[in-house]
């Protein structure tokens, strides 16, 4: 996903936040879910949930999420759904092989670590790079800081979720500023689902984000690595002009 999306043209080294993505600014919540299959293939879904103004522009099919890159590779399915006054908008993204997937601001890769009997074993890692988001965009000397950020988005939530094929062998402790983000986990024969949430100004003010898990599944799998995406256009230059959305 290009991160810079879900930021203004002048992010502020504090990452002030607009949904640009859907282009009007508000609170939101967002999750992000990959799914892992046998032979490396898989799904990214991107999911946004507003209210108000934010919910209204997320009902505008005209309005479409990228995931990094400015051609057709990346090419989502998109849904939406209304649960009483929250519009969720989901972008369903499927590869048959990470390394045919274009990500902006961040990286997913699987490495192949051994086999166990029938099973191979597999490290699945995720690094979301927020802060060299916020660095492209850093055209400003202002600063807003966390009470801010807390004003404008307190009781809002990230999420990342991911489903692992097999058995879970090992999660690596997610520090997000000086603390650590547990996961949920549930399972059953076929795999598990791991899911970290934390208040989106956590993830905001956040320079990496790391999700590190180690699995044991059988089929075939293989070393992979996520492609870097172009990061549009319109995401580099500085007109001086913030308010101007039709670039």
């Known amino acids: 996903m290009d991160f ?16 640009t993505a859907v282009g009007l600014s508000g609170c939101f919540d967002l999750a992000q879910k990959v799914a892992v299959h046998q032979g490396d293939s898989g799904t990214y879904d991107i999911e946004i949930a507003a209210q108000g103004l934010v919910g209204d522009a997320l009902s505008d099919k005209h309005h479409h999420v990228d995931i990094g890159d400015d051609d057709d590779d990346n090419k989502g399915i998109t849904r939406v759904q209304h649960k009483g006054d929250v519009t969720v908008r989901t972008t369903e993204f499927a590869f048959k092989d990470l390394g045919g997937l274009k990500l902006g601001d961040e990286t ?3 490495r192949v670590k051994g086999k166990e009997g029938d099973l ?46 097999g058995k879970i062998e090992h999660i690596a402790p997610v520090r997000v500023g000086n603390h650590t983000v547990s996961p949920t986990v549930w399972g059953d024969a076929y795999g598990h689902t791991l899911v970290w949430k934390m208040p989106l100004t956590d993830m905001f003010m956040a320079e990496n984000v790391d999700f590190d898990v180690d699995f044991a599944a059988k089929g075939d799998f293989h070393d992979a690595q996520s492609q870097p995406g172009a990061h549009h256009g319109r995401h580099h230059h500085h007109d001086g002009d913030d308010d101007d959305d039709n670039d």
């Open 4 to 19: 810079a999306q879900l930021l203004p043209k002048r992010a502020l080294t504090a990452a002030v936040v607009a949904g």
């Open 108 to 110: 997913m890769n699987l």
């Open 120 to 165: 191979t074993q597999v490290n699945f890692h995720r690094s979301f790079q927020i802060g060299h988001a916020r660095h492209r965009h850093d055209d400003d000397d202002d600063h807003v800081g966390r009470d801010v950020l807390q004003s404008m988005f307190g009781g809002h939530s990230y999420t990342f979720a991911v489903w692992l094929p």
